[in-house]
């Protein structure tokens, strides 16, 4: 947890492919292969791990599963370790991220012939709450660890950092409101005084942690492996209901 002061720093579940996300990173420091191409290989080995669920393949889709996520922090660390951030990076992860997340949960509805309004509630679900545990943290690293490239509210194209073009960012920030400015809206409008309020505890952000998208396919991978794919989006449309319970911790006592 490198991205806030010791005091402030938790046990994210959701991270637990950071250990190795930093060996790759530190293996391809000296190399061309860019943070971009790092978050490319992400949505390959995510694409590979729908192909297995359709093949019904679960411990290789799995392996694919978890392997995305642990590529999707080592763009990131990639990014550090060459000290190149870039907001074209940071939002075409989250670009990928999403769409990858609605293929997955796609595929799984397909394969236990689940009614789309469910496949939309469980999609609707797991960006919420993703959200929301990025919004916090966000917060805490805005607050803290002066991080700058993410940004509690994306409300404007920012301007480019050195050594990308602003054509890139523009657009990809256009995707990304087009794809997340729903989530981001929703969860300011429940809490919209939670970067006014006291630090988050700890043991919150913990808990908050398994909204983190790591965490989510590990839960998903889980499921598949123990050949429960039919209550991975039943598990995601309750899950929502956490949401709002963290919200009203937050609000309550911090």
Known sequence: MSKLPKEHQFTDLSDYGRPIARVIANSLKST?????????????????????IIEECYWTAAFFLI???????????????????????????SVSDIILNF????????????HFGFIFLAFFGIQLQGTLYNYYYVILRNRFAGDTTSRVFEDKTPIALPGEKQKNVTFLF???????????????ALDKKAQE????????????????LGFQLLIISALLVLNLKEFIIPFFIGNSIFVFIFIGIRKIFY
């Open 197 to 212: 309020g006291k630090p988050f505890p700890n043991w919150l952000m913990t808990l908050i942690s398994t909204f983190g």
């Open 174 to 188: 256009s995707l990304y409101k087009a794809l997340y400015g729903i989530f981001d809206e929703i969860i300011y």
């Open 103 to 114: 293929i997955i949960l796609a595929t799984i509805g397909y394969l236990t012939n689940t």
């Open 67 to 93: 392997l995305k996520s642990i590529l999707d922090a080592a763009d990131g660390e990639l990014a550090r370790v060459k000290e190149t951030p870039s907001y074209t990076g940071r939002f075409l992860d």
């Open 32 to 52: 061309k292969f860019t943070p971009v191409d790092v978050t490319i290989a992400f949505v390959i080995s995510g694409l590979i791990g729908v192909y297995c």
